[in-house]
């Protein structure tokens, strides 16, 4: 990341990839506080797809014209109907 320039990852993996490469005191100058709040308890269950389903999901949501998160819910209850 060069001096003054905000970096955009596209995947968890290139962030990662970055992050273990740089050495964040570089860029300290540039880091502000920030305060923020969050409580682990209101969090829902998080299941990280795989980026072709994620993309084909939401093709198929915005056909639907629902969210995403509402399709990916009717799949997986009408999936373990099933498999009962």
């Given at each position: 990341m060069e001096k003054n320039k905000r970096k955009h990852f596209n995947t968890y993996e290139e962030a990662a990839e970055w992050f273990n490469n740089h050495d964040m005191a570089d860029f300290e100058d540039q880091l502000k506080p920030v305060d923020f709040k969050f409580?682990?308890?209101?969090?829902?269950?998080?299941?990280?797809?795989?980026?072709?389903?994620?993309?084909?999901?939401?093709?198929?949501?915005?056909?639907?014209?629902?969210?995403?998160?509402?399709?990916v819910n009717q799949m997986l209850k009408e999936r373990l109907r099933e498999l009962r």
């Open positions: 409580d682990l308890r209101k969090n829902r269950d998080w299941v990280e797809l795989e980026r072709e389903i994620a993309v084909h999901l939401r093709k198929i949501a915005i056909e639907k014209k629902i969210p995403t998160r509402i399709l």
